[in-house]
């Protein structure tokens, strides 16, 4: 179930970027996906995910710029990124997690895929 990340690159401020993540294989016990960031020097912070019922949640930095979206069925997801800033600048990785008893999951991390905006 490894993520595959694609659409990184660079961007000038308030331009637009899509990132997309697929598995590398499918899964029957997919859990949820969610899209992190690292900036250098700084912790991997959550910036977007997908529960299995569907339910969205982002974080406050990115709210109203960043709409993720996707198809669990299909287990493709995409990151659509607007009105960016060079604070966006980042490493970004796609998570993926996968039932793996009744009580416990497995996360799954892509290599990542370098977002940076500058002028």
């Known amino acids: 179930v490894q993520p595959v990340e694609s659409g990184g690159g660079w961007v000038q401020p308030g331009g637009s970027l899509r990132l997309s993540c697929v598995p590398s294989?499918?899964?029957?016990?997919?859990?949820?996906m969610g899209w992190y960031r690292q900036a250098p020097g700084k912790q991997r912070e959550m910036v977007a995910e997908?529960?299995?019922?569907?339910?969205?949640n982002y974080a406050d930095s990115v709210s109203g710029r960043f709409t993720i979206s996707g198809d669990n069925a299909k287990m493709i997801w995409y990151l659509q990124m607007n009105d960016l800033k060079p604070e966006d600048t980042a490493v970004y990785s796609c998570?993926?997690?996968?039932?793996?008893?009744?009580?416990?999951?497995?996360?799954?991390w892509g290599q990542g895929t370098q977002v940076t905006v500058s002028a």
């Open positions: 998570m993926i997690s996968e039932k793996t008893s009744r009580w416990s999951v497995q996360g799954y």
């Open positions: 294989e499918s899964t029957f016990a997919f859990n949820d």
């Open positions: 997908i529960t299995g019922i569907g339910t969205i």
